[in-house]
């Protein structure tokens, strides 16, 4: 074997075995919506929460405690898009092993899923703004209005026609490939190793490679637009349905978590730059209702406060390519 071989084949031992011991300690697998009593992790605050600036989900959750005026211990963890993959830390691995914000942890026990914690919130603050209607009818309308904003499985983008939540990977694709830029490629391969859902950092490759310019060039990625776009569009005419029938909240007079979960839907469509084509005057009680929206206090406290910097750079790119590449302005945003 010549010194250069034995060379490589050392390099390639020690690589697998750092590989293999790290796997041994990022285990991760499915949990349980819900919360886990049985589980008791490390913890100061009555409230903490593991969350991220960009993510949708955790979004949802600050929403909900900045509505319920309910202080918490936030725990800020890195997705990829806004640097690394903070998710599959040892650290947070041991609070989720999903691999995936937001968490709840209540006196130390973790809630997973936002939909599941946002209810438990509203249960367990003590709060005496009410998110969920007493009247049993209308807490079960609210749920539904929940469930129909949100993200709901490993993949989502199965079920487009379920939720409005679910059209929202699609619809971020752009914005996607213009925050991916700046992570470099070994963070995200980091993903390939470790991540339970291999094909996410795979995707965040591809867009990477291809960039805003190529998007347009990625087939399956366009017609995951195109898809989530026309179910996107059929959930806001419901919406724009219930808000002309009740309104100015979906349940009526009272601000309730269908409201919560609704508003980190347009928000992420201002983020991706889809308002234009999903909103304005062919939904007018939908806009006028995410002007309502913007107007809470709450927005300002769970969304503003944490613009991150690297979303708005990769939505001010979307905005400028937009303007300067009218062939990838029809074939992204174009009519669908
Ligand atoms: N259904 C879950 C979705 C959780 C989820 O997919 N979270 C995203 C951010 S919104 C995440 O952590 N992604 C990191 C990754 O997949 O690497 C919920 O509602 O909490």
Not at 22 to 50: C, M, Q
Not at 320 to 333: L, M
Request: glycine share 6%; net charge positive; proline share 6%.
């Amino acid at each position: 074997m010549s010194a250069l071989s034995f060379a490589a084949a050392s390099a390639g031992a020690v690589a697998l075995g750092w590989f293999l011991r790290e796997r041994s300690f990022r285990r991760t697998r499915v949990v349980a919506p819900g919360v886990r009593k049985d589980v008791d992790l490390p913890h100061e605050g009555e409230f903490e929460l593991y969350h991220n600036a960009f993510s949708l989900c955790s979004k949802k959750v600050r929403m909900c405690f900045a509505e319920l005026g309910v202080a918490y211990r936030a725990h800020h963890v890195d997705l990829i898009e806004t640097g690394r993959y903070g998710t599959l830390s040892r650290a947070f691995l041991a609070i989720n092993p999903a691999a995936v914000v937001p968490v709840l942890v209540h006196r130390g026990h973790p809630v997973y899923e936002s939909h599941e914690i946002i209810v438990y919130a509203a249960e367990h603050a003590h709060s005496r703004v009410e998110l969920v209607p007493d009247d049993p009818v209308a807490a079960a309308r609210m749920a539904d209005w929940v469930h129909k904003s949100s993200l709901l499985g490993d993949r989502p983008v199965d079920d487009l026609q379920v939720s409005a939540g679910n059209c929202v990977p699609g619809l971020t694709l752009p914005l996607f490939a213009a925050m991916i830029g700046d992570i470099p490629t070994v963070r995200i391969a980091e993903g390939l190793l470790f991540h339970r859902l291999r094909t996410r950092p795979l995707v965040f490759l591809v867009l990477k490679a291809a960039g805003l310019t190529r998007l347009p060039a990625l087939r399956p990625a366009m017609a995951l637009v195109r898809a989530s776009h026309r179910w996107m569009a059929r959930h806001l005419d419901d919406l724009e349905t219930e808000l002309a029938q009740y309104g100015p909240w979906i349940l009526g007079a009272q601000f309730t978590l269908a409201d919560v979960s609704w508003a980190v839907i347009l928000d992420r469509l201002r983020e991706a730059d889809w308002e234009a084509s999903l909103l304005g005057e062919h939904r007018p009680h939908v806009t006028r209702y995410w002007n309502r929206i913007r107007e809470r206090p709450s927005y300002r406290a769970a969304m503003t406060k944490y613009e991150h910097p690297a979303v708005r750079r990769g939505t001010e790119r979307i905005i400028a390519k937009r303007r300067s590449d009218p062939a990838f302005d029809a074939a992204v945003y174009g009519s669908h």
